[in-house]
């Protein structure tokens, strides 16, 4: 099994910075993809960046700019470097990752932007 455990978040101003991380621990496994999603009080679950073994990134048009996803292979630990925050941006942030034939999840991290 695989976990995945997140951590950073946390409150902070808008147009402020946040980074927030995500490590996976286990055996026998190989992460093909990383990424995080997120949802806000009463919305759906939103994809928000993701990141492949090769080191491709995909961004939400809504954070593009704004957010950089990264990724130590080594560390099987993903970052997601967050600036410019909006109140929108508020939400439990989810870190996930794509197994041969799974998916894994993290328990979920508060970003909160507020002044």
């Known amino acids: 099994q695989v976990q995945l455990v997140e951590s950073g978040g946390g409150v902070v101003q808008p147009g402020g910075s946040l980074s927030v991380s995500c490590a996976a621990s286990?055996?026998?496994?190989?992460?093909?993809?990383m990424g995080w999603y997120r949802q806000a009080p009463g919305k759906e679950r939103e994809s928000v960046a993701r990141?492949?073994?090769?080191?491709?990134?995909n961004y939400a048009d809504s954070v593009k700019g704004r957010f950089a996803i990264s990724r130590d292979n080594a560390k099987n630990t993903i970052y997601l470097q967050m600036n410019s925050l909006r109140p929108e941006d508020t939400a439990v942030y989810y870190c996930?990752?794509?197994?041969?034939?799974?998916?894994?999840w993290g328990q979920g991290i508060q970003v909160t932007i507020s002044s």
């Open positions: 996930y990752a794509n197994l041969a034939t799974a998916r894994a």
């Open positions: 286990g055996t026998g496994f190989y992460i093909y993809v």
């Open positions: 990141i492949t073994d090769s080191g491709i990134t």
